[in-house]
């Protein structure tokens, strides 16, 4: 009989993928971020879309002006890339240190994604830019195709949007963002090590049966949308392998209460006060906390070319319920798995 573990002790982990918005709504998220990641890449996609130096700068002094004091907490700025960008100013923003990564959004695609790309072709010379510096190029990887079943999208952005991107480019560094089909992971694990992929707590212990049956759950709802457990299973068996390639990304998006529950539901879910406790549950669900730390904090970094953090982070294996944290007549946020139990904490 295996000895249950009390507790695991990793390096302080990064969120490769992470939505702070803007204003008020920053304020109330960011603290939760920063009291547990060190670093964290944080999605451009604002109604004002960050989209060269001076925005990018503009946005970053506001996150880091809402850093509660005592937290620790570096944000990396990508640039939204559109079919206007200049390879000069992103090379420029990469080479200061303001970009980490440019952000492609096909348009359409996902929240505030209007600025988005229309046709890949417009934006080769700033792919040919991006290979020639190895700066990252974050991709939401999904068509928006409306006669392409919203469930086959992601599958169809790699058959039709990412094997000819490569052939043209086989040298982009190129990063699968939330990826949620099994087409997804087995392309991510063929690939050279150009390829990598962020995987989301929610993908992994969530079916469309949790978003579907005995009604609808707006706080399920996503994009890529929650797909069949045959992909749940196949996300769930790529992180359990220890692949360097695959690593964390919350996505964490979150949208107040009522714009979430409403005839025409927002996409996206607030999991960040539950994302590292919902990781280290399903890791050890499937037998392979010995990668947890690799998965959290390591692959991310590497992948990046960026140092691993050296302080550590502590959970405890303590019940839980999971409550709304922000809850009130003025403000009111629906934390991810609300009402649930989970049996790791975060010990900060």
């Not at 709504?25 to 009291?35: A, F, G, I, Q, R």
């Not at 792919?127 to 409306?146: A, F, G």
Request: one cysteine or more; glycine letters at 4%.
């Amino acid at each position: 009989m295996v000895k249950q573990l009390d507790k695991i002790v990793i390096r302080r982990p990064d969120d490769w993928h992470l939505h702070l918005r803007d204003g008020n709504l920053l304020k109330l998220v960011l603290p939760y971020s920063s009291s547990i990641y060190n670093r964290a890449i944080v999605m451009p996609n604002l109604i004002s879309p960050i989209i060269d130096i001076k925005s990018a700068t503009h946005y970053r002094n506001f996150i880091l002006s809402n850093i509660p004091q005592g937290h620790i907490f570096t944000p990396l700025m990508t640039c939204y890339l559109t079919e206007y960008s200049n390879p000069n100013e992103i090379e420029e923003g990469f080479n200061s240190g303001i970009f980490t990564a440019v952000k492609i959004y096909p348009a359409f695609s996902t929240t505030n994604s209007f600025y988005g790309i229309n046709n890949i072709k417009n934006i080769n010379k700033v792919l040919e830019r991006l290979q020639k510096i190895q700066m990252p190029l974050s991709m939401h990887c999904e068509v928006t195709d409306i006669n392409i079943d919203i469930f086959d999208r992601e599958a169809r952005f790699i058959e039709d949007i990412i094997h000819p991107l490569r052939n043209k480019f086989p040298e982009l560094k190129i990063i699968m963002e939330h990826i949620s089909t099994k087409e997804a992971v087995e392309y991510v694990e063929s690939s050279d090590d150009k390829v990598g992929a962020t995987i989301t707590p929610h993908h992994l212990i969530l079916n469309r049966n949790d978003l579907l049956v005995n009604g609808i759950k707006p706080h399920f709802y996503c994009f890529p949308i929650i797909k069949s457990k045959i992909h749940q299973t196949a996300l769930r068996k790529a992180i359990s392998n220890g692949s360097s390639k695959f690593f964390l990304g919350t996505d964490s998006a979150p949208h107040f209460a009522y714009r979430k529950e409403s005839s025409c539901g927002c996409a996206g879910i607030f999991n960040t006060p539950t994302a590292l406790s919902i990781y280290a549950t399903v890791f050890e669900e499937l037998n392979a906390i010995r990668y947890f730390e690799s998965f959290c904090s390591e692959n991310g970094p590497r992948f990046y070319n960026l140092p691993i953090n050296e302080d550590k982070i502590t959970l405890i294996r303590r019940p839980w319920k999971i409550k709304n944290i922000i809850n009130s007549s003025t403000y009111s946020l629906v934390t991810f798995l609300e009402g649930r139990t989970l049996n790791w904490f975060v010990k900060n």
